[in-house]
């Protein structure tokens, strides 16, 4: 297993009055922490601990999979589902998707590039890039990329996906009107196998090449498609804690008027030419 990992901010910035650059400032957070009355920033995780953990099955730690990364995935954990929506099958991709729900929402004052590209078994990769950039004090744009390919262990397992998500941030100075904009596409293409032809196959043939185990389907395919446009717009009444401060990241927020709203196009194809 091969993992690379690499962390670019700016190598230049803006310096101070004293001649001196400031320190780097990078954090971000996820649609649902603007519904607390303060916001949490996070950090981006660029440590070495559990970098093996590089698919999203190992870290949305307990879920099984049919084969290799990018495989349909089932959580272990019962969970209701937090909104109810149409079924369209992808439930057992759900894990492989960008959603308005995990865009991120930078808050940095110098360009910030992070590249993650992993090389597992069974020509199993994974390659994510990660940017944000504030054009402005108030205004911040990221982009998140991800392609996951693999074969699979088993025949007829090959795996193709792809993730896009575009997302803006603009807030006012004192921090009392937000606006967040999300643009999304999600797509993979999975190869079908049915399952093995008959489970009788692991007493007779070596369990080391599992490669060679027949399966049901030999020509089927499935397709998946999505598009997602999230805007959210707040306008909050806001107090600072500290009055001779009016940073917006100590603010708290006490009335609140929202308005949301989201489109999405979804599609699921099917092929088997048996």
């Given at each position: ?245 009016k940073d917006s990241s100590t603010q708290l927020s006490t009335q609140r008027l ?17």
């Amino acid at each position: 297993m091969l993992v690379l990992l690499a962390s670019l901010p700016a190598l230049a910035g803006n310096a101070d009055s004293s001649g001196k650059e400031p320190p780097a400032f990078i954090r971000y957070f996820h649609i649902s922490a603007t519904e607390n009355d303060s916001l949490l920033y996070l950090s981006p995780d660029s440590a070495l601990e559990s970098f093996e953990l590089y698919t999203p099955a190992a870290r949305e730690f307990p879920h099984a999979l049919l084969g290799g990364a990018g495989t349909a995935a089932q959580n272990l954990e019962f969970r209701l589902p937090p909104f109810m929506e149409n079924y369209t099958g992808f439930s057992g991709y759900d894990l492989y998707r960008f959603s308005p729900g995990n865009s991120r929402f930078y808050k940095c004052n110098k360009p910030y590039t992070q590249i993650n590209y992993a090389l597992g078994p069974k020509k199993e990769q994974l390659l994510q890039v990660d940017y944000a950039q504030n054009f402005s004090p108030l205004w911040n744009i990221s982009a998140r990329f991800r392609k996951i390919l693999s074969d699979g262990y088993y025949k007829r397992q090959n795996v193709n996906t792809g993730n896009i998500d575009i997302s803006s941030w603009y807030h006012n100075k004192p921090g009392s009107y937000n606006l967040f904009c999300s643009f999304i596409v999600n797509k993979a293409s999975v190869q079908e196998n049915g399952g093995l032809a008959s489970d009788s196959v692991f007493r007779t043939v070596s369990v080391e090449d599992p490669w060679i185990y027949p399966v049901k389907l030999a020509h089927a395919e499935t397709r998946f498609g999505e598009k997602i446009f999230f805007i959210r717009q707040s306008w909050n009444r806001v107090m600072h804690p500290d009055s001779s401060t009016k940073d917006s990241s100590t603010q708290l927020s006490t009335q609140r008027l929202s308005y949301e709203f989201s489109y999405s196009e979804k599609t699921r194809v099917y092929e088997d030419t048996d």
